[in-house]
């Protein structure tokens, strides 16, 4: 009941196109849903977070879009540019629980010039 | 930059040995996060502490502890180190578990090598 799931492992991209990760989770329990992206040698870095009473939240090229009945929620980085090249997770937690966060496992994106 | 510090970067050691991993919290957190993180995969909740006391432990064997000071520095202790402990270490700090809104920020890791 733990997992997150995510999808695609990797994907490619054109600068200036839509990068589309999902991720569905069983535990119905969970409320915070960070999405994280981590470069090669370092620590994840947040990059945008929803609680599941929105729909969607979007912060400049990142919108999260959130279905609760489905219990699916995905990431779409619009106009793609190649700094964005980085491997992207999912994450879920319970806030009331202290927020341990499981992740799915990752995303590898590649934004071609 | 988040603010948390780990240390050391990289570490080798063998198989059956002992490893301590430390982790400075960013200035006013109060709750500290540990994950191992496996090549290609993503990170994996080991424990969490909260004011100096252990606040909930992932799906980890008792040989992986943990460690918070007052000043709310933490450290990770591995025992009897297995080749599968070989991964990226994490921790992440926040400023305090009880706030709805906090987030976790996480710092570079500790990239760890069983031979």
């Known amino acids: 009941q733990q997992q997150v799931k995510q999808s695609p492992q990797s994907l490619i991209v054109q600068k200036g196109g839509i990068s589309i990760i999902n991720c569905a989770y069983e535990?119905?329990?969970?409320?915070?849903f960070p999405w994280y992206q981590q470069f090669p040698g370092k620590g994840p870095a947040l990059l945008i977070a929803i609680r599941p009473d929105v729909s969607e939240k979007k912060e400049g090229r990142f919108t999260i879009s959130f279905n609760k009945s489905a219990k699916q929620f995905s990431l779409h980085i619009m106009d793609s540019q190649p700094g964005d090249s980085a491997t992207y997770f999912c994450?879920?937690?319970?806030?009331?629980?202290?927020?341990?966060?499981?992740f799915g496992g990752g995303t590898r994106v590649l934004v071609k010039p | 930059e988040t603010g948390v510090t780990q240390s050391p970067t990289h570490l080798i050691k063998t198989r059956g040995q002992q490893v301590t991993l430390r982790c400075s919290s960013q200035s006013g957190h109060n709750t500290v996060s540990w994950y191992q993180q496996a090549l290609g995969q993503g990170p994996q909740f080991i424990f969490q502490?909260?004011?100096?006391?252990?606040?909930g432990r992932g799906n980890f064997p008792p040989r992986f502890s943990g460690l918070q000071f007052p000043n709310y520095s933490s450290e990770l202790n591995v025992n009897a180190l297995e080749l599968d402990d070989s991964a990226l270490y994490l921790c992440a700090s926040t400023r305090d578990r009880t706030f709805s809104t906090d987030t976790q920020y996480f710092g570079p890791g500790t990239r760890l090598t069983v031979l």
């Open positions: 502490y909260y004011r100096e006391e252990e606040n």
């Open positions: 994450a879920a937690g319970i806030k009331a629980a202290g927020n341990k966060l499981t």
């Open positions: 535990n119905t329990a969970f409320d915070y």
